[in-house]
């Protein structure tokens, strides 16, 4: 059974997670908790194996560099690559910074249903394009990391680079017939919660 933590940062409310087993750790979304991250690892003496991308904003990506060495796996969407290298599509250039990652990081692309194997558990890739065109959700067993399709009570924006407000209409109503109501939510920003209770919270997944 992985073990799943949650970690915060104060100005930008953006969350990261740390899913750990035997040793070895899976990060989502390092964005501005590397510290945190890295800390974590070390006091719990984790290896830090996987890092999985929900989305190549720049408030989720940016601590990939603090955290990332020759042997870490980086997962994102294949619509999603060109965000590492673009401080244009990342929105790093809002941040007064050209985030570019190095051409010779460990990048594993990955597509709708893909799987992804931590310590002989299973994490499944779902597709989730609205917010970003290569946003991704991940799956396991009845816990699901929304990135900022959904979050508690609202959804993530449509309005930059490669949004588009009718694809996330579709990947809300691919949650809302394809999740069980008991399945724990963990968004990229803000709370989670039960998806029973975000239905009744969040009025852009309860029209569905």
């Known amino acids: 059974m992985i073990n799943i933590r949650k970690y915060s940062c104060q100005n930008m409310d953006v969350n990261s997670y740390i ?3 035997d040793n070895k750790a899976l990060i989502i979304d390092p964005g501005f908790n590397g510290k945190k991250i890295i800390e ?3 006091n719990h003496h984790l290896e830090i194996e996987k890092v999985i991308l929900t989305h190549g904003h720049y408030d989720h990506i940016r601590d990939l560099k603090m955290i990332i060495n020759d042997d870490i796996i980086i997962y994102i969407h294949e619509a999603e690559k060109d965000f590492l290298f673009n401080p244009n599509l990342n929105l790093s250039n809002l941040f007064k910074d050209d985030f570019v990652l190095n051409k010779d990081i460990r990048l594993e692309l990955v597509q709708d249903a893909s799987n992804i194997e931590f310590q002989k558990e299973q994490l ?3 597709h989730l394009p609205g917010h970003t065109k290569g946003s991704i959700g991940i799956i396991y067993n009845q816990h699901f990391f929304s990135g900022d399709t959904l979050f508690y009570d609202s959804i993530g924006r449509t309005d930059l680079a490669s949004g588009n407000q009718v694809q ?3 990947s809300l109503k691919k ?3 394809k999740f069980s109501k008991n399945t724990i939510v963990y968004p990229g920003h803000g709370k989670g919660g ?3 209770d975000i239905f009744k919270a969040n009025p852009y997944l309860r029209i569905y």
């Open 40 to 42: 974590h690892c070390q």
């Open 175 to 177: 949650i809302a017939s």
């Open 168 to 170: 996330m209409h579709n």
């Open 19 to 21: 899913l750990a087993k």
């Open 124 to 126: 499944k890739i779902i």
């Open 194 to 196: 039960n998806l029973n």
